[in-house]
């Protein structure tokens, strides 16, 4: 019977060095805070307290009137803008015809004054011969003033219009900036109006619902906590159970919920570091009144797969990790 007892001791100690194993463990998942980004009164709260939601669900909406005159307002500062560029490249394009013409008009009166300066050279000659009268020379030399003032005037008008084109370039410059001013403001309304309609970032739970109809939300006011459905377990082991605990070793979960029920996952990760000394407040030792305490070291726990059962934060659990 000794020995059998003895032989029964030393397989449950083999059995029992397997295994680690802690008490100090619970449910845990990144909580979202849904909370208002503009200022309004809220006309609808879509779900309730501890309610199932699907990714995109509605949760609360605000009422969205003043932002969508707003966005109707920056719609038609964009179609303004629009109108005013489209304006000015009409007059663009009336100013080029301007200069086409004036550039015509130079052209003909070079050619008229070229013919002037052969007419008048033409009555010198035959003046200083004799076969012209003095009056026809007269004409011919006050033609060709006047052909050269035609040009001077007519190369002018070129260069005003050349002027004026460069004018409306710099107004299409100014244009073009309202109107990307406007496009701005329109994009900001429209992503302000999506605002008014709160929507769940994943599939969870809504919970924590402080929002009420009527009520008026400010930005940055709290109106519900959000728990998503992705959820593992933190277990806090003792330090000294660590040597030989590595990520991906295989973890029985019993849930203090479901204690008829085995869950299994695998290790995560080990927090690299003990719990205390990611505190607000970390042990300060260095005070000559130390205390050797044995530190807990948080183990994250996946599960395998998902369970189908609601598992909530906070929740306790007894991990079981197969450490041989």
């Known amino acids: 019977m000794l020995l059998a007892a003895i032989a029964g001791g030393v397989v449950w100690w083999l059995d029992a060095r397997q295994y680690e194993s802690t008490d100090d463990a619970f449910i845990d998942a990144r909580t979202v ?27 609360l909406r605000i009422d969205d009137s003043d932002y969508q005159a707003s966005l109707k307002q920056a719609e038609a500062g964009v179609a303004v803008a629009q109108a005013g560029i489209a304006n ?10 301007k200069i086409d013409a004036a550039q015509k008009q130079v052209a003909q009166a070079q050619a008229a004054l070229e013919f002037a300066r052969t007419e008048d050279q033409r009555n010198r000659e035959l003046l200083a011969k004799g076969t012209a009268t003095q009056q026809q020379a007269d004409q011919a030399a006050s033609t060709l003033r006047q052909d050269q003032a035609a040009l001077d005037t007519a190369s002018a008008n070129v260069e005003a219009a050349k002027s004026q ?33 709160l929507v769940a970032p994943v599939a969870g739970h809504a919970t924590s619902i ?18 998503p459905k992705d959820v593992w377990v933190s277990a806090n082991f003792k330090e000294t159970q660590l040597d030989l605990m590595r990520p991906g070793q295989p973890v029985d979960i019993t849930i203090d919920a479901y204690p008829e029920k085995t869950f299994h996952g695998h290790i995560d990760s080990v927090q690299a570091g003990s719990g205390t000394a990611f505190s ?7 005070t000559g009144n130390f205390v050797k305490v044995v530190q807990r070291v948080p183990v994250k726990i996946v599960f395998d797969p998902p369970p189908d059962v609601y598992l909530g934060p906070g929740m306790s659990v007894v991990p079981t990790v197969k450490v041989r």
């Open 33 to 59: 805070t849904v909370g208002a980004e503009i200022s309004g009164r809220i006309t609808d709260v879509a779900v309730t307290d501890n309610q199932p939601v699907e990714a995109g669900a509605v949760l």
């Open 88 to 97: 000015v490249q009409a007059q663009t394009e009336a100013q080029n015809a």
């Open 165 to 197: 084109l460069t004018v409306l370039a710099a107004q299409t410059k100014s244009a073009r900036a309202q109107l990307q001013q406007a496009q701005a403001t329109d994009d900001q309304a429209k992503t302000t109006l999506t605002r008014t309609t």
């Open 210 to 227: 402080s929002a009420a109809k009527g009520t008026y939300a400010q930005p940055g006011q709290v109106l519900m906590m959000f728990v």
């Open 280 to 286: 607000l407040l970390p042990a300060e030792n260095a």
